[in-house]
């Protein structure tokens, strides 16, 4: 059993910053790239934020670039996304997703959190 959990969503006021984590877990081999997607409300389908690579090469949607932060522990099966300078439009459900490869399957396999709220006031 493979699980994702992120956590450090929240309510949080114009030009502030949030944290995200996500933690894989389970019968894990290796985790190559690992990303953060999120949707908006209204919408029904989920974008890219950013992604990393396990080598640490990192990709980021133009909207963020200089805003948003991707960085992983590979010690801790962990994946962090630092959102600075807020703004109500960044407001979504945002997700972390792993292509892993695991212990007793072979293959490479893309797993997702649950999700965790962002709500940015105006």
């Known amino acids: 059993q493979v699980q994702l959990v992120e956590s450090g969503g929240g309510l949080v006021q114009a030009g502030g910053s949030l944290r995200l984590s996500c933690v894989a877990s389970?019968?894990?081999?290796?985790?190559?790239?690992m990303g953060w997607y999120r949707q908006a409300p209204g919408k029904h389908h989920r974008d890219l934020v950013a992604?990393?690579?396990?080598?640490?090469?990192?990709s980021y949607t133009d909207s963020v670039k200089g805003r948003f932060t991707i960085s992983r522990d590979n010690a801790k099966n962990t994946v962090y996304l630092q959102m600075n300078s807020l703004k109500p439009e960044h407001t979504a459900v945002y997700y972390c997703?792993?292509?892993?490869?695991?212990?007793?399957?072979?293959?490479?396999?893309?797993?997702w959190g649950q999700g965790t709220q962002v709500t940015v006031a105006s």
């Open positions: 997703n792993a292509d892993l490869q695991l212990v007793t399957i072979i293959g490479q396999y893309r797993y």
């Open positions: 389970g019968s894990i081999r290796s985790i190559n790239t």
């Open positions: 992604s990393i690579t396990s080598g640490g090469s990192t």
